[in-house]
């Protein structure tokens, strides 16, 4: 029986259009870590024009299956065009599979984008007996979604990272959403961090995770969905880089900036989330701290501009710090050094049982070690040497303590 969803919900957005040639391996990895930390399932981004799809697809839905996993397509209709046949048969071919998620008995469906498609889901609902659109259609605002309520039934808001020129992002476009929605479901889109090597703009993200999980904790929307599992052309995964999946060019921004210690507040977060409460049980204390290798002036900046459709400098974007999220049921100071120079500091803001803590680099190079509690992990070396790009990488490293 497909799976059916019950209750708030959390999944993390999975590039299908990356796994030409991945193994059955590869998926029960992906799949058995992000059950590791709270995930319930993958939104399977998919491309119109991807061969390896069929074969792909079938190999998520059978690993899942195996794992009690839930899957569900989006469609990606920025990057490709799609033809209501083609959505069909994707859409029929998983629908009775047992990890195919299913609210209220139909099969959840999502959308990278794709209003200019609205006017075709109802042949698509037609034809499979009925799907449970839940798209993103963040192009068009929270007020454009909310003019098409009678053809779907909930959205997803892509608008996950600061705009242009803005250190933080507030939760108003989320507050928006869940009122054009009318009391359909909200699926909100959130995320660690955001340099798009490719497109070449870097959304804030100093203070990203802790604040997007804080407005989560706030807002209880029925569904939540990290961006990204595994988009490195983005460096928004929540995963140790696959060499097999990092685009060509990517590399020089990827190699050695693992992000995998993003996931470890999330069995924390999402059972807050889910029990609706900040007051639940640690499921262990420690910590994420996340920092670029070198300061944000050490070079150019390639070209890289503050946020999407920024014209600023992605250095006037991001401070020289070292951020911090700790899980303890104490509030805790935390020590970190760089290159053997310590600074002790407190936390800046709390929520529940997660404390938030940022350490200026203040010029100082070296390899960082993070102490909680007579913890201590050392990461990667902040350095005063540009990369051999020859521009600044606004990637980060994630080190968990």
Not at 125 to 154: C, M, N, Y
């Amino acid at each position: 029986m497909p799976r059916q969803s019950t209750g708030r919900q959390v999944f993390a957005h999975y590039m299908v259009g990356l796994t030409s040639g991945q193994s059955q391996d590869q998926w029960r990895t992906d799949i058995t870590q992000a059950q590791s930390a709270g995930i319930d399932g993958f939104a399977l981004n998919v491309g119109s024009a991807d061969w390896w799809n069929a074969q792909q697809l079938q190999l998520a839905y059978d690993t899942a299956a195996s794992n009690s996993f839930s899957l569900f397509l989006s469609f990606d209709m920025g990057a490709t065009s799609w033809t209501i046949d083609q959505v069909v048969s994707l859409v029929n071919q998983f629908k009775d599979a047992s990890s195919q998620l299913k609210v209220n008995g139909k099969p959840f469906v999502s959308t990278f984008e794709g209003p200019a498609w609205a006017d075709n889901w109802a042949s698509v609902r037609s034809q499979t007996g009925d799907i449970f659109l839940v798209p993103d259609w963040s192009s068009i605002g929270a007020s454009g979604v909310g003019s098409k309520l009678s053809q779907i039934d909930g959205a997803f808001n892509w608008g996950a990272w600061p705009q242009a020129n803005e250190y933080t992002i507030d939760d108003g476009n989320d507050v928006a959403y869940k009122s054009s929605l009318q009391g359909k479901p909200y699926m909100m889109g959130i995320s660690p961090y955001l340099p798009r090597y490719n497109k070449n703009w870097y959304s804030s993200s100093d203070s990203l995770w802790y604040d997007r999980w804080s407005q989560v904790l706030d807002l209880l929307p029925e569904y939540v969905e990290i961006i990204t599992w595994n988009d490195y052309g983005e460096s928004s995964y929540i995963n140790d880089p696959i060499a097999a999946q990092i685009v060509s060019g990517a590399e020089a921004y990827v190699d050695g900036f693992a992000h995998s210690a993003f996931r470890f507040v999330l069995p924390y977060f999402i059972s807050a989330y889910k029990a609706g409460t900040a007051d639940v049980s640690l499921p262990s204390e420690g910590a994420v701290a996340w920092y670029r290798t070198t300061p944000a002036s050490v070079c150019g900046d390639g070209g890289t501009v503050w946020g999407q459709g920024g014209s600023a400098s992605a250095a006037d974007g991001t401070e020289d710090v070292i951020s911090i999220i700790a899980l303890s049921d104490s509030s805790q100071d935390i020590t970190v050094s760089i290159g053997g120079s310590s600074q002790t500091v407190s936390a800046s803001s709390t929520v529940g049982k997660a404390s938030f803590y940022q350490v200026p680099f203040n010029g100082a190079t070296g390899a960082v070690t993070v102490t909680l509690d007579g913890k201590s992990t050392t990461g990667p070396e902040i350095t005063s040497t540009c990369p051999f790009t020859g521009y600044v990488n606004f990637n980060s490293v994630a080190i968990q303590v």
